[in-house]
């Protein structure tokens, strides 16, 4: 294989590559053997007609995609490394030409890895807020712990909202039941919007053995045989319960806390929640410091590195809507409109994702940040104690490499974030304002 030419511009490097015959042959005898037995030529058993006589039918070049991708591989690779190129994204093949002598060439197109010119990175002023707990915030946390530690009681009384109802229920649409619409002792919490419109609302002041009638329209979104059409639901009622929930004193936060009274109970969750905020300003704080470092720095991205960090982010959210039975293409499809759109409103995050990669590493290696040995294992112990796996175990299922990069990464940015300097941030009514 020779490079015969390679031509940078814009970006873009275009190399002009020539396989030889003594490489372009074999591998165009191992493409005829591949499909010799899926082509029929008159005259032959399947699979046994000679290759020249199978060019001959077809033409000369019928085996060459296959030969080509077989090669192709191995050839880009070594064309990349002998001219010392960084290539993004996949290459594109434009052309393809046999040769006088029996070989071919072939003409190849690649994005680059964009030229980096640092800005300013060091010393950055980044607004960051100060961590405050309001007062309501305590107060819906003590709620929140309140409701979860109360008490459901059945009562002798007609429901109301907040109350839950135990009760059979069955649903009839032109006066014939259908699939889905029938449950027995069900449980549903008035008030929840846990069934559709006007339901939860025709129940309220109904008791225990009573039984009621419910008319209702399925809405126009719903399930395609139901969505529009007039229902009716008899429903038998066995039991109206109540919530009841503890009262807030000492007695309470004894029960839920370590504290012996509730004024100190208070006290702890207003320092749990002050920790709290104080952490996420200091993540949105990094995060601030390392945007306005790469708002500093030239650099053309490519569009191949935004379109790879896009498929990155649609994968990671396939996979958590899977374990939520969700499909990615229900999603997009009611979020968006459509995966095309979907993919055009990511993009923005898609690419201040890969512009901050490109300033970090580009960091790292100006400044030739390195991972210790000892740091590494260090990391690898964090990440076992996080997934709550066996250390052998992190270790086979994350390349050292990986965990590496990780360590060198989160040092560059302690390097911005460290030498940032805080300012006070803007109230949100001037920022609208400007």
């Known amino acids: 294989m020779i490079v015969k030419s390679v031509e940078k511009e814009n970006g873009k490097a275009t190399l002009a590559v020539e396989i030889e015959k003594d490489q372009f042959e074999p591998a165009l005898n191992r493409a005829y053997l591949k499909n010799r037995g899926r082509i029929q030529v008159p005259g ?202 503890p009262e807030l004193d000492d007695e309470f936060a004894k029960d839920v806390s370590e504290f012996d009274t509730l004024a100190e109970f208070r006290d702890s969750i207003r320092e749990r929640l002050l920790k709290d905020h104080e952490e996420e300003l200091g993540h949105a704080f990094e995060n601030a410091a390392i945007n306005i470092a790469a708002a500093n720095m030239t650099c053309d991205i490519p569009n191949a590195m935004i379109e790879e960090q896009l498929d990155r982010q649609i994968q990671e959210l396939t996979f958590q809507l899977q374990s939520s039975g969700m499909s990615i293409q229900d999603y997009v499809k009611y979020a968006a409109g459509g995966m095309e759109n979907f993919r055009k409103n990511m993009r923005p995050v898609a690419e201040a994702t890969v512009r901050s990669n490109i300033l970090l590493s580009q960091i790292i290696e100006e400044e030739k940040i390195e991972a210790s040995d000892e740091e590494v294992e260090a990391h690898y112990q964090k990440l076992s104690e996080q997934y709550k796996m066996e250390l052998d175990k992190i270790k086979e299922s994350v390349p050292a490499d990986a965990v590496r990069n990780d360590v060198q990464v989160r040092k560059a940015i302690r390097r911005i974030a460290d030498s940032a300097k805080p300012v006070a941030a803007l109230p949100v009514e001037d920022k609208k304002e400007e």
């Open 44 to 245: 032959f058993r399947k699979g046994k007609a000679p290759r020249k006589v199978i060019e001959g039918m077809y033409g000369a070049s019928v085996f060459y995609e296959d030969a080509i991708d077989e090669l192709f591989p191995d050839v880009y690779e070594k064309a990349v490394t002998d001219n010392e190129l960084k290539p993004v994204g996949r290459p594109s093949l434009t052309e393809m030409e046999r040769t006088g002598d029996g070989g071919v060439s072939l003409t190849i197109e690649i994005e680059l890895y964009p030229e980096v010119k640092l800005g300013q990175y060091l010393e950055l002023e980044v607004p960051k807020a100060e961590a405050k707990v309001k007062d309501e915030e305590v107060e819906a946390e003590l709620a929140r712990l309140a409701e979860r530690n109360a008490r459901i009681v059945t009562v002798d009384r007609p429901a109301d909202v907040g109350d839950s109802l135990l009760f059979d229920f069955e649903g009839f649409v032109d006066g014939k039941s259908f699939e889905g619409g029938k449950a027995e002792n069900y449980t549903l919490k008035l008030g929840s919007g846990q069934f559709i419109p006007g339901f939860e609302e025709a129940l309220a002041g109904v008791s225990a053995g009573e039984e009621r009638d419910v008319n209702v329209t399925f809405p126009e979104n719903y399930d395609p045989k139901l969505a529009g059409k007039d229902a009716v639901f008899h429903c038998k009622v066995h039991e109206v319960k109540e919530t009841v929930q």
